[in-house]
């Protein structure tokens, strides 16, 4: 009868075990993505774990950088649209510089200027 019981417990403590051991989380599952990535790229040394960096500390939906790079723009529009005009304003000055930047800030860039 001990015997029994005795197996029928080592049966239970196996299996629940075993079940939370297969249920991974999502950084292993991210870290499983990443790895994998990162071998299909032949990434190897400092080149990998500068990868896998990135990689694990992108937002789950963002876990490709490429895919991430693509769908969006690693700065906000108002940052870009900053970015673009101040670029376009090179060689202007005082009053004609201030015009330009407000005009070409409404615009969201220099782009999008009439």
């Known amino acids: 009868m001990n015997k029994i019981l005795t197996a029928l417990l080592m049966s239970a403590v196996f299996s629940v075990t075993s079940f939370a051991a297969h249920a991974k989380t999502t950084q292993q599952e991210k870290m499983s993505t990443c790895s994998k990535e990162a071998a299909s790229k032949t990434l190897k040394g400092d080149e990998r774990k500068t990868f896998m960096k990135s990689c694990l500390s992108a937002k789950p939906e963002a876990a ?38 407000s005009s070409c800030l409404k615009a969201k860039g220099p782009e999008n200027m009439k």
């Not at 969006?72 to 004609?96: L, S």
């Open 64 to 101: 490709a950088p490429e895919a991430a790079a693509a769908a969006a723009p690693a700065v906000p529009a108002p940052q870009n649209a900053m970015t673009a005009c101040n670029k376009a304003a090179t060689g202007k000055k005082g009053d004609e510089r201030k015009k330009f930047m």
